[in-house]
């Protein structure tokens, strides 16, 4: 049962990891025309531009919470290992090197949680949390990445 449940979660996992993919394509791509983590560049971006980097950050916060929150305490279950506190589900995924350190990934939520619920006063503050978002693509694509391959250890179907 919940082998079914982590293969369905994986499936949900990769269109969010899709769609970002292509968001970062898009903002490499705006970014060899403008640096749009210029104050002035930013405030003069195209309404389409603004939500590539809009949908971009959903996309990266989306994959953050649901390899926490969805695929991580599975991940610890069908392996055998068995966790209901956070903190402890998060240090076996370190110990596993399916993220690189608690430290980092806990950054990586603050960040998330001050672009989305704080909203820095300073535009300069956002976009330099947003720029670190877009620098961190390959850190989350990673993640993503190592708990795929996590996963295949314990269920032949995923894909």
């Avoid at 104050?39 to 989306?62: C, G, H, T, W």
């Avoid at 672009?115 to 694509?141: N, R, S």
């Avoid at 190592?146 to 250890?153: D, E, P, T």
Wanted: aromatic share 12%; proline share 2%.
């Amino acid at each position: 049962m919940k082998q079914e449940i982590l293969i369905k979660r994986f499936a949900k996992l990769k269109k969010h990891y899709i769609a970002l993919t292509d968001y970062k394509k898009l903002i490499d791509d705006l970014l060899k025309q403008k640096d749009i983590y210029d104050v002035f560049v930013f405030n003069v971006l195209k309404p389409q531009e603004k939500a590539i980097l809009d949908a971009y950050l959903k996309r990266f916060a989306s994959m953050q919470y649901f390899l926490g929150g969805k695929i991580f305490p599975l991940l610890v279950e069908i392996s055998g290992i068995g966790s209901k506190k956070m903190t402890e589900i998060l240090y076996m995924m370190e110990k596993e090197t399916i993220i690189d350190s608690l430290e980092s990934w806990i950054e990586l939520r603050e960040i998330i949680n001050e672009l989305e619920h704080d909203y820095p006063e300073e535009l300069q503050d956002a976009l330099k949390d947003l720029k670190f978002c877009i620098d961190h693509f390959e850190k989350i694509e990673n993640y993503y990445i190592n708990s795929l391959n996590f996963a295949k250890k314990y269920i032949n179907e995923i894909v």
